[in-house]
């Protein structure tokens, strides 16, 4: 079993930047991969970020160049640094883990982005 708890979300002003936090309660070097989702009011859930245990990184095109996924091992978390947010952003980030064939989701965070 693996907990997860996101924290970091709030409301901000376009341009402005977040991070977000995913705190495991396992070894995230036990975790095959750990994703950051979100989903926003009447559209559907979306990957957006991605990190490996081996490190590899991926991320979806309209968040490349603005969002970084980061892990702390000392900490068991993982972290997403939002910057140049636009109204777009606007969603319940939610942090999700594999490790082997068992799935955890943690129960989102909510960004808001608005001026």
């Known amino acids: 079993q693996v907990q997860l708890v996101e924290s970091g979300g709030g409301l901000v002003q376009p341009g402005g930047s977040l991070r977000l936090s995913c705190a495991a309660s396992?070894?995230?070097?036990?975790?095959?991969?750990i994703r950051w989702y979100r989903q926003a009011p009447g559209k559907r859930r979306e990957l957006v970020a991605s990190?490996?245990?081996?490190?590899?990184?991926d991320y979806t095109d309209s968040v490349k160049g603005r969002f970084t996924i980061s892990r702390d091992s000392a900490k068991n978390t993982i972290y997403l640094q939002m910057n140049n947010l636009n109204p777009e952003d606007t969603a319940v980030y939610l942090c999700n883990a594999v490790r082997t064939s068992n799935e955890y989701w943690g129960q989102g965070t909510q960004v808001t982005v608005s001026s």
């Open positions: 396992a070894n995230i070097f036990s975790i095959n991969v």
């Open positions: 990190i490996t245990s081996g490190g590899a990184r």
